[in-house]
């Protein structure tokens, strides 16, 4: 009976940890991330007004060209699946369904980013000094890259 209930433990464990859930971090950090989206919205992941979306407040069209959903469900995902969005627009791109490219639009157009880039030495940090150039690209007025 005891075995039985470990190996029950250890399934859920298991299946709650999603693929989309696990093992990803936010380049920024979580808690960045949370900051962003309670300044933008109150991290309302069910956010949707005639022009934004997500907790993220993703302008509708912004969010069509970076995510694999339509903006209608949005407010459907979960929030990392929502943050994730948020980083292919600020950072990465996304591979279209037809195989070419949408490049990043950057983090500049949204008004908290600006707020927390100039109040926060660490995320300037981990921007500029990031391994991953996508990221350092959008550097600005750090020394580590222009």
């Known amino acids: 009976m005891i075995r039985r209930s470990v190996l029950v433990a250890a399934v859920i464990t298991v299946c709650v940890q999603t693929p989309v859930n696990a093992g990803w971090?936010?380049?920024?950090?979580?808690?960045?991330?949370?900051?962003?989206?309670?300044?933008?919205?109150?991290?309302?992941?069910?956010?949707?007004?005639?022009?934004?979306?997500?907790a993220f407040g993703f302008y509708k069209r912004t969010f069509d060209l970076f995510a694999d959903t339509p903006h209608q469900a949005a407010h459907k995902l979960t929030w990392n699946?929502?943050?994730?969005?948020?980083?292919?627009?600020?950072?990465?791109?996304?591979?279209?369904p037809d195989g070419s490219k949408?490049?990043?639009?950057?983090?500049?157009?949204?008004?908290c980013w600006k707020k927390l880039w100039a109040k926060?030495?660490?995320?300037?940090?981990?921007v500029c000094y990031h391994r991953k150039h996508q990221v350092r690209r959008w550097c600005r007025g750090e020394t580590g890259e222009p």
């Not at 926060?120 to 981990?126: E, G, M, Q, S, V």
């Open 120 to 126: 926060d030495a660490t995320l300037r940090h981990l």
């Open 102 to 111: 949408q490049w990043p639009v950057g983090p500049y157009g949204h008004a």
């Open 25 to 54: 971090e936010p380049v920024i950090g979580r808690d960045r991330m949370v900051w962003l989206a309670t300044c933008e919205t109150g991290n309302n992941t069910k956010h949707r007004t005639r022009s934004y979306v997500t």
């Open 81 to 96: 699946q929502q943050a994730r969005v948020l980083e292919r627009a600020f950072f990465y791109g996304w591979r279209k």
